[in-house]
C-alpha cells in the first residue's frame, strides 16, 4: 500500500547521527510547477527521499461562491477552475444540472457540445505536451503547440465570443446557434492537425536528450494508480483500460467510434505517448461529428430554465416574463443530489451537486483529476533524481487551478 | 442523456428487494443488513447510508465486492438538523463499469469518523480538505493537517455558519 502525504519532520538528525539528508523548497514560484504548486522534498545528495506537495496558493473557495449564486449564474465560475478545459467544465456542470431536472437536451446541442469538448481536449493536451517539452528543455516545441492551440482559442472566440472563459454551454443546451462557417473552419483545422502532431512527434520521439528524461522515470504501477485515484491519461498510461467516454457514457458518446489508447510502460513516456495518441482519436470523434451534425434547435424546450431568445422577449409577453423570472428569481430545481463524471483533459473530472429545492444549489463539489494526481507524486519521484521530479511532474498534467479550486 | 428515465426506488426496503442482484447491495446485505440505515436509487444513481462507526468495515466490504477504484469523497452542511454533516463517498467499479455512494453522517458535537485511507489511500487529500474546510476530524488519518486554507486559519469555510462575504 503506497504511502501519501505524512509530513516531512523537519527535526534535526539526533546527536551523533551520520543523516545527510535535506529538506529543499521547490516553488511555489517555480516554472516547472505549473502555477503555484510548493514541493517540500527531502533529498539524500540529489536521490529524492520523500516529497510532500503543498497545495493551496490559488484557493478561492469557489464552492462556497456557487452555494450563493442561482443554477444559471454557476457557469462562468466552472471555467474558471480547470482555466485550460473551460468547456469540458461547462459540460460536467450542465449535465449534473441536466440530470437533477430530468432535462432532455436536443441532438444537435449534444453534438456540439462533443465536438467542442474534444476540441478543448486536444487544446488541453497541446498546451501541456509544449509546456512538458519546454521543462525537460526542449523550447521549441512550446511554439509550435501554442500555434495550433491560437487556432482553437479563435474557434472557441467565434462560438462563444470569448477565447479561453467560453461559458458557452447553458443549462438546457447551448448560448446560441454557432456561427455558420464554423464547421467548415473545425474540419479546414483538423485536417492539418494530423501532420502537425507528426511534426511534434518527429521532434520528440526520436530526440535522444527527450527519451532519456522520460523512460523508465516516474514509474507508477497499475496499482499504485488505482489506490490513490489517478484517474485520465495518467491512468492509461499505467495499463488500466477505463475511459469514462466508452465505459460510461455521457452526452451520446456512445454514438461515437474512437480507440482508447492504452501504454503498459507506466512511466513518463507512456504517459506522452498516450496523450498523443489520444488527440488522434479526438480528431477522429470531431470528424464523425462533423460528419453527423444533426439539425434542429440548440436549446432544449423548457421556458422556465432557458433565457427566451431576445427577438421573442421584444415580440411576446410571456417570453418576457419568463426572461425576468430567470433572471431575478432563478428557477427551482427538484430536491436531491448528484454525481456527474466526464473524461476531461486531464482525468476524471466530477461534479456533485446537492439541490434543496431551491434556485440557489445547497452543495456543489467539484472532483477534479489533479488534485488525485498529486497524491501520487511521492510514489513516481521516490528513489530518483531531482531534476526528474520535473519530468513527473510535467508527465501528469496538472493545472492548479483546478487542484486549489 | 441518453440514458432512459429510470424510476426512482426510495426506501430501505423497496432497494434491497427490487435490487437484490446489484453488486454493492449484495456486498453490504452479506456484511451487515442491519447496519444499512437507508437506501435510494434516484437518477440512475444508488446511494447507500451506514452508520458512521463502520464506514471503514462497509468500505472494505464494498471493496472486496469489486468496488475497486475511490473516486470523490465530500461533505454537506445541513445546519441545523442533527446529525448537522453528511459525508458522501462515490466509490467507482472499473470492472463493472458501475459507481456507488455510500453515504454517512456526523453529528455537530463530536465531528469525528475513522479515515479510510486504510481501505482507499487516495482518500488521503480528500478527507484532508473536509477537515479543513468543515472541520470533520479523521481518526488515523497518517498526516491529518488544513489543505488548502493557511495553518493558521481560524473556523471552516464551507460550513454554512460561515458568511461568505465580508471580515470573519
Redesign the interface.
Known sequence: ???????ILQAPPAEGSHDQHMVLNMGPQHPSTHGVLRLVLEIDGEIVVRLYPE??YL?T?I???C??KFYQQVVPLTDRVDYLGPLANNLCYC?AV???L?L??PERA?WIRVLLTELTRINSHLIWLGTHAMDIGALTVFLYTFREREDILRIFEAVSGQRMMTSYFRIGGLAMEPPLDIFDRIQKFIKTLPEKLDEYSNLLTGNPIFRNRLLGVGILSPEDA?????TGPTLRASG?D?DIRR??????Y??FQFKVPISNRCDCWGRYEVRLEEMRESIKIIQQALDGMPGGPVKADAPKIILPDREKMKTQMEALIHHFKIVTEGFNVPA????Q?IESGHG?M?Y?V?SDGTAKP??V?M?YPG??S??ALETMCQGRMLADVVAVIGSIDIVLGEI?? | MAEAPQETIAGKQAVLEKMSDHAAVKALVAWNSDAIIEALFDRGELSLTVPSENIVEAMQAIKDAGYNAYEDMTAVDWLPSDPRFQLTYHILSHAMKQRVRIKTWVSEADPAIESITSVFPGANFYEREVFDLFGIRFEGHPNLRRIMMPEEWVGHPLRKDYPVEGYR
Open positions: 500500500m503506497p504511502d501519501v502525504g505524512t509530513p497545495v493551496g484557493h473557495g464552492e462556497k461562491t452555494e450563493s449535465l441536466e440530470k437533477l430530468g432532455e437536451i449534444v488505482v489506490a490513490l485515484a489517478v488500466v477505463f465505459d460510461m457514457p455521457y452526452s451520446s456512445e454514438k436531491g443530489e448528484v454525481f463524471a476524471t466530477g456533485y446537492v445547497y452543495r463539489h472532483r488534485f488525485a498529486l497524491q486549489d479550486r
